[in-house]
């Protein structure tokens, strides 16, 4: 790939050619992620803030000379990413902050930011002449991958922990790919994905494990910066499960920067369940993370053993940011306050970021004066059952005008 220097182990710092090694560093195992490593001297003379603003592509491929692909042949004609970011005005009000921003990734095509990551992957699998691709998910990765994949034809086995909400599983099933629901945990799921991939040799997305992904999902970071013309916020927040997202985001601020497109990046700030916060632990406790056994609503990011840990936890400090946990009713609260407020559905991993958000102003971690951008990572249609916990009901009535009145005078309903 013509801008990629090479590809660095995240553990023993040791170079690879991106044609030697398809995804962890043989020396460290399954552990050393790589990390893409790109020529930025070379990426200046065909990328430009002016190049740029002249770019009618409107998807995630407005930044190709920043992604791992020499060209656009064998991607999915679904269009992802260039998701909106919303100024969040009825927010602001309702808040009292000055400057809030949320970034929708539930508008895209599988309704997940993990679109952006295996638009990547099915790239990658057809360079390698694989039509096979496997991956294990809580759940959107693995539909994201299925929608995508069904878009060019390529065929999907699929590893889900058997709990997986519903909806997630009807869009595989949709997409046509092979299910297996794993009777465990996601962490198990993942396990026996990338036995199966050693043994049948299937190409596999796995995050973390595939260097790719976090390429994808840095895009999310490069549209943010566009969408505010390059005045780079104070503050992002991010829900986090293994960690690929808010690594990726980092990862985007980071080319800016080595592009002198951005001359700071913002802090970084990590989300996660009470109930499954080794991340949040690990950043604001000693940097090592510790293993747990998940216990949240927010499915998508019930991960007791974060792939991406270390480099999440390395990317965080980084940026000088912090962790920050929340309660489920503190989610399932910010899913209420999103939709109510703003007509923003998010699903309990999608509102996580929101929800840290609403904590950290309480707690005055961030000022109602700083500039902040809220991630929606997913939407509301993916997890009904949770949404459904918020509370509130229906009201039966027959059908005719004198049931309706009644009802209406009885309940004190405002007409
Ligand atoms: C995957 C996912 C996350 C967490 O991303 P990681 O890369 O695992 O940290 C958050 N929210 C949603 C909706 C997701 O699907
Ligand atoms: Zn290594």
């Not at 999902?217 to 986090?240: G, M, R």
């Not at 802090?267 to 056994?293: E, S, W």
């Amino acid at each position: 790939m013509k801008n990629i220097k090479h590809l660095k182990c995240l553990l023993c710092g040791k170079k690879y050619r991106t044609d030697d090694v398809r995804y962890t560093c043989p020396d460290c195992g399954n552990n050393g992620i790589l990390e893409v490593v790109y020529d930025y001297d070379k990426i200046k003379t065909e990328f430009s803030k002016d190049l740029l603003s002249k770019n009618i592509n409107f998807s995630m491929w407005r930044y190709l000379p920043l992604l791992p692909l020499d060209g656009l042949e064998k991607a999915s004609p679904l269009q992802v990413g260039w998701t909106p970011l919303y100024e969040a005005k009825r927010l602001r009000g309702k808040l009292g902050v000055n400057s809030l921003w949320i970034k929708d990734d539930g508008r895209n095509p599988t309704a997940s930011l993990k679109d952006r990551a295996s638009s990547i992957a099915v790239v990658k699998a057809q360079e390698l002449g694989e039509n096979i691709i496997t991956c294990a998910s809580t759940g959107n990765a693995a539909s994201s991958l299925a929608g995508i994949s069904a878009s060019l034809g390529l065929k999907n086995f699929i590893f889900i922990p058997e709990r997986a909400p519903q909806a997630k599983v009807a869009q595989l099933l949709v997409f046509g790919a092979t299910v297996f629901a794993v009777k465990g945990s996601y962490d198990d799921a993942f396990a026996l994905s990338i036995k199966a991939t050693e043994v049948f040799g299937w190409y596999n997305r796995n995050t973390a494990f595939n260097p790719y992904m976090v390429e994808g999902k840095k895009t999310v970071a490069l549209e943010i910066a566009e969408q505010l013309n390059f005045d780079i916020p104070d503050y992002v927040f991010v829900s986090v499960g293994d960690g690929c997202i808010i690594s990726g985001i980092a990862k985007g601020f980071y080319d800016l920067l080595s592009l002198n497109f951005i001359d700071r990046v913002p802090r970084l700030i990590a989300v996660q369940a009470m109930g499954c916060k080794p991340i949040v632990d690990a950043v604001n406790g000693d940097g090592i993370v510790r293993f747990v056994k998940p216990n949240t609503i927010a499915d998508s990011i019930a991960v007791g053993i974060p792939r991406n840990g270390t480099m999440a936890v390395r990317d965080i400090r980084n940026s000088n940011g912090f962790g920050v946990a929340v309660e489920d009713s503190e989610i399932l609260d910010a899913i209420k306050l999103l939709g109510s407020t703003e007509g923003i559905f998010a699903e309990p991993a999608g509102a996580t970021g929101f929800a840290g958000y609403l904590k950290s102003l309480r707690e005055g971690l961030v000022s109602p004066r700083d500039k902040v951008v809220i991630l929606v990572t997913g939407n509301g249609l993916k997890d009904i059952e949770s949404a459904m916990k918020i509370g509130g009901k229906t009201i039966p009535v027959e059908p005719n005008m004198d049931s309706l009145q009644e009802i209406i005078l009885k309940e004190g309903i405002e007409s």
